[in-house]
């Protein structure tokens, strides 16, 4: 752009992909910086003229095969984050995590508009949302790597929550296994602040996935570690919990599939789940944790029993 090249200019642009050079770099607070030929273009590459020239190019097959090539050198590089609308099936079919996030063009819309007003940016809602629709058309029957969720991944439809309200939703779920039942191992309910910290201190390494139905989230699972010292990082331990009335729908056991081809992946070998153990059952611990782990393939490894004094 900053050459004049016409976006639907094919041969100009083809001439120039060998010519582009991309790396990441960090600044002194550790914020990262994209750096193109030796510039920084953070401040220009989410800017709406940049984003609509990146969707009208990105149908070229020359384009398409230099992108690739730029992303995953980066990728092989450092550890990254990645987002873009092939990643999962084409740049990186073998990341660790893929996640499909969607949301409808309108919430897209009025998160770009909030965002571009914020820094005094004049914009016009309508136009965005016309510019994301037609992106979306483009990007999903595009010849070449093509707009579409990875057979592997979670789909997560961030329509109708922003950030706090994924959290709570998740937080909800955990909230009457705390205050009812004895498997927890808590007492107290923890704040959302407090549930936003353990996902993301569990992102850090292992996968945290939820399941969805009608867009609200129904439960989760996810991975941590079995034990600090070094030789146990092929194993892991697993936590799930499903909304007590969404039990025995399938979702945990679809939970468990996508959580344990994740963590393949990560070179997790053995997945441990320690489940409180009634007996006899009563009001506060039932056994239906440990009955559907043996359901779904889980094999008894050990039994403790509290001491008696």
Known sequence: MRKGIDGHDRK???A???????TLEYDEEGKQQVILNGKNVNGFIRTEEVGNMASAT????????????????????????MDGRDIGTC?????QVKIYLTASSKTRAQRRYDELTAKGVFCDFDEI??????????????????????????????????????????????????????????????????????????LERYPYIVALKDGQI?????????????AYS???????????????????????????????????????ARIAFADPEDEFLVNASARFHQAIGFSKAAEFHRGIP
């Open 12 to 14: 100009l642009v083809a």
């Open 16 to 22: 120039e992909c060998p010519n582009i050079h991309v």
């Open 58 to 81: 990105s149908v070229y097959p020359v384009v398409r095969t230099k992108l690739v090539e730029l992303q995953r050198k980066l990728a092989e590089s450092t550890d990254v984050i």
């Open 91 to 95: 740049v990186l079919p073998n990341a």
């Open 129 to 202: 949302e016309k510019d994301i629709i037609d992106r979306d058309y483009r990007d999903m029957h595009r010849e070449t790597s093509p707009l579409k969720q990875a057979e592997d991944a979670v789909l997560v439809d961030s329509s109708e929550m922003n950030i706090d309200q994924v959290v709570e939703a998740i937080r909800s779920i955990y909230e009457p296994y705390v205050l009812n039942t004895a498997v927890t191992s808590e007492y107290y309910v923890p704040t959302v602040e407090e549930f936003r910290a353990r996902i993301t201190r569990t």
């Open 218 to 230: 129904i439960g989760y699972i996810y991975a941590s570690p079995l034990s600090p010292r070094h």
């Open 234 to 272: 092929w194993a892991a331990e697993t936590s799930i919990y499903i909304r007590q009335n969404m039990r025995r729908t399938g979702a945990g056991s679809r939970l468990y599939k996508a959580l344990s081809a994740i963590c393949m992946k990560q070179h997790v070998l053995n997945l441990y």
